[in-house]
Nanobody, 115 residues
C-alpha cells in the first residue's frame, strides 16, 4: 500500500489552467501505475489519465488534447497538467496508485471551473 498526497486544486475560470501534483510515500519506481480520477457530485468516479511504470499513458476521451499526465522521477511526483479547462471539469480529483492488485487513493483535491 502507498499513501498519496495531492495538491494544486483550486478555482479557475473557463479556459484557464491548473497543475495537480501527487507525491507517493514510496518510490515511484515501486508503483506499477499512477493515475488521476475525478468525481463530480452525483456522478461515479471516472478515470481521467493514467501513466504506467513504462510511461504508457491513457486518457479519457473528454480530456484528450487538453490534459497531460507526466512523472518526474527525480522529484518522485506525478503531475496532471490541465489546460483549456471547462466548467464540466469541475470535480474532486483523486490520485491513484496501483501496486499489483492493490489500489491506493489520495484524499482528493477540489477543482472548480467557473464559466
Amino acid at each position: 500500500q502507498v499513501q498519496l498526497v495531492e495538491s494544486g486544486g483550486g478555482l479557475v475560470q473557463a479556459g484557464g489552467s491548473l497543475r495537480l501534483s501527487c507525491v507517493p510515500s514510496r518510490s515511484i519506481f515501486s508503483i506499477n501505475a499512477m493515475g488521476w480520477y475525478r468525481q463530480a457530485p452525483g456522478n461515479q468516479r471516472e478515470l481521467v489519465a493514467r501513466i504506467s511504470i513504462d510511461y504508457r499513458t491513457t486518457y479519457a476521451d473528454s480530456v484528450k488534447g487538453r490534459f497531460t499526465i507526466s512523472r518526474d522521477n527525480a522529484k518522485n511526483t506525478v503531475y496532471l497538467q490541465m489546460n483549456s479547462l471547462k466548467p464540466e471539469d469541475t470535480a474532486v480529483y483523486y490520485c491513484n496508485g496501483e501496486i499489483g492488485s492493490m489500489q491506493s487513493w489520495g484524499q482528493g483535491t477540489q477543482v472548480t471551473v467557473s464559466s
